[in-house]
């Protein structure tokens, strides 16, 4: 089956820390450029971050700019994303993408847009 999984998502108190990884299943990450997206309740889908297939070119929205990391192994076939200095407004479920277009993982058309792979996405929650 082919498919995207996330994990690391759960509960974290305002300024504290997650990593969320992203794995790819039944094919190769190489050649694709890679993303993180999010949505919370009630709210449009948001862009946070991108990184090319070699891992050379990274982008970042500027709400999670400075706290956020996003990389990728292409040799264990994942990609993370580090979260730092985490605040109740990144409260969302967060959704890695895989695409042969790094314009497409980095929103330049659009958030409403369908990936070569998209992942069920995992909760993050940012509460004291």
């Known amino acids: 089956q082919l498919q995207l999984v996330e994990s690391g998502g759960g509960l974290v108190q305002p300024g504290g820390s997650l990593r969320l990884s992203c794995a790819a299943s039944?094919?190769?990450?190489?050649?694709?450029?890679m993303g993180w997206f999010r949505q919370a309740p009630g709210k449009e889908r948001e862009w946070v971050s991108a990184?090319?297939?070699?891992?050379?070119?990274?982008n970042y929205a500027d709400s999670v700019l400075g706290r956020f990391t996003i990389s990728r192994d292409n040799s264990k076939n994942t990609m993370t994303l580090q979260m730092n200095s985490l605040k109740p407004e990144d409260t969302a479920v967060y959704h890695c993408?895989?695409?042969?277009?790094?314009?497409?993982?980095?929103?330049?058309?659009?958030?409403?847009?369908?990936?070569?792979?998209w992942g069920q996405g995992t909760q993050v929650t940012v509460s004291s």
């Open positions: 039944g094919f190769t990450l190489d050649g694709y450029a």
């Open positions: 993408a895989a695409d042969r277009s790094f314009a497409r993982v980095a929103s330049m058309f659009g958030v409403k847009i369908t990936f070569d792979y």
């Open positions: 990184i090319s297939s070699s891992g050379g070119n990274t």
